[in-house]
């Protein structure tokens, strides 16, 4: 039962254009929200995160939306940068941590 | 630098064997889970251990097992293995409270069964 979901495998996006990676959820009842980011041959590691009781939050390129009446999320990257690529997971909290299977970003120089 | 640090970063091994993953947490972190991450899949939850008790099990097979010390490091035993139980395992950490709600992931083992 696949509780949190990234249905886009890849993007690919023009450096200094936006990145938009979208997740999406069935649980209601989670509590937090993250994005995490992985480079080849590392661990993931945390990027951004959002409370449920927040709809926005944002650090520095990284903007996160909550949409919970749709029961979505999304990560927004402006300027996307080539060091933006990787792959990223969103990530759903309630007693334990749901990750969706990732999304490739590539960022064309 | 996560501050979690798995070992071995490498294992290859046959069908049928046993082996043990070791994780050590971040300083002062007391929750360790363990995920399994597939090819072209997502990070599958297997369990999360809290200061040596279990705390939630995910979809972790009977054939698995794991543990955590009183010096909070965890060890992920894997028998019997299949073909399919290559893959990569990822130890991650947490404090007991965050502001962000975070997980500190190591390096992961990479399991080979050949």
């Given at each position: 039962d696949q509780q949190v979901k990234q249905n886009s495998p890849s993007l690919s996006v023009q450096e200094g254009r936006i990145s938009i990676l979208n997740c999406d959820y069935?649980?209601?009842?989670?509590d937090y929200f993250l994005w995490y980011k992985k480079y080849p041959a590392e661990g993931p590691t945390f990027l951004i995160s959002i409370s449920s009781i927040k709809d926005k939050n944002e650090d520095g390129r990284f903007t996160v939306f909550l949409n919970k009446s749709a029961k979505h999320l999304s990560l927004h990257i402006v300027?996307?940068?080539?060091?933006?690529s990787a792959v990223y997971f969103c990530a759903a909290r309630r007693n334990q941590f749901y990750f969706g299977t990732g999304t490739s970003l590539t960022v064309i120089p | 630098d996560s501050g979690v640090t798995q070992t071995p970063k490498h294992l290859i091994t046959a069908t049928g064997q046993r082996v043990t993953l070791r994780c050590s947490p971040r300083s002062g972190d007391l929750s360790v889970y363990w995920y399994q991450q597939s090819l072209d899949q997502g990070l599958q939850f297997l369990i999360q251990y809290y200061n040596g008790e279990e705390r939630a099990k995910g979809n972790?097979?009977?054939r698995f097992s794991a543990q955590q010390f009183p010096d909070l490091h965890s060890e992920l035993n894997l028998s019997?293995?299949?073909?399919?139980?290559?893959a990569l395992y990822f130890c991650a950490s947490s404090a007991l409270?965050?502001?962000?709600g975070e997980l500190f992931f190591g390096e992961g083992s990479r399991l080979t069964v050949l």
């Amino acid at each position: 039962d696949q509780q949190v979901k990234q249905n886009s495998p890849s993007l690919s996006v023009q450096e200094g254009r936006i990145s938009i990676l979208n997740c999406d959820y069935t649980n209601s009842m989670f509590d937090y929200f993250l994005w995490y980011k992985k480079y080849p041959a590392e661990g993931p590691t945390f990027l951004i995160s959002i409370s449920s009781i927040k709809d926005k939050n944002e650090d520095g390129r990284f903007t996160v939306f909550l949409n919970k009446s749709a029961k979505h999320l999304s990560l927004h990257i402006v300027p996307s940068q080539p060091g933006d690529s990787a792959v990223y997971f969103c990530a759903a909290r309630r007693n334990q941590f749901y990750f969706g299977t990732g999304t490739s970003l590539t960022v064309i120089p | 630098d996560s501050g979690v640090t798995q070992t071995p970063k490498h294992l290859i091994t046959a069908t049928g064997q046993r082996v043990t993953l070791r994780c050590s947490p971040r300083s002062g972190d007391l929750s360790v889970y363990w995920y399994q991450q597939s090819l072209d899949q997502g990070l599958q939850f297997l369990i999360q251990y809290y200061n040596g008790e279990e705390r939630a099990k995910g979809n972790i097979l009977e054939r698995f097992s794991a543990q955590q010390f009183p010096d909070l490091h965890s060890e992920l035993n894997l028998s019997s293995l299949e073909l399919g139980d290559s893959a990569l395992y990822f130890c991650a950490s947490s404090a007991l409270r965050t502001d962000t709600g975070e997980l500190f992931f190591g390096e992961g083992s990479r399991l080979t069964v050949l």
